[in-house]
């Protein structure tokens, strides 16, 4: 069974930093789990859950705009963790922030229980 368990969030002031961690087991380490993509998402009370960051297995990675150059996602395959290091926070980042792993090839996907990001001075 997959699970994903992320960790790091909280309150931050604006122009703060958080890093949030998603530790994935269920799924071999190394080569197999670099077939799977993992990404971060975020959903802010009354709105739809967005896509905040995405790293394929090979280091790849895409960011939508409103977090570019703030946020930075990297993987480590052999440890099966993603990081979501954010700089710069501002209000509007204020969500629950999902860790997903997905291989589109097999219709897997996987979400974590969401993690609070709080940004408010």
């Known amino acids: 069974q997959v699970q994903l368990v992320e960790s790091g969030g909280g309150l931050v002031q604006p122009g703060g930093s958080l890093r949030l961690s998603c530790a994935a087991s269920?799924?071999?380490?190394?080569?197999?789990?670099?077939?799977?993509?993992m990404g971060w998402h975020r959903q802010a009370p009354g709105k739809q859950r967005e896509v905040v960051a995405v790293?394929?297995?090979?280091?790849?990675?895409n960011y939508t705009d409103s977090v570019k150059g703030r946020f930075t996602i990297s993987r480590d395959n052999l440890r099966r963790t993603a990081l979501l290091q954010m700089n710069n926070l501002k209000p509007e980042d204020t969500a629950v922030y999902y860790c997903?792993?997905?291989?589109?090839?097999?219709?897997?996907?996987?979400w974590g229980q969401g993690t609070q990001v709080t940004v408010s001075s």
């Open positions: 997903n792993v997905r291989r589109t090839s097999l219709r897997a996907d996987y």
């Open positions: 269920g799924i071999a380490s190394g080569v197999v789990f670099s077939f799977y993509d």
């Open positions: 790293i394929t297995g090979g280091h790849i990675t």
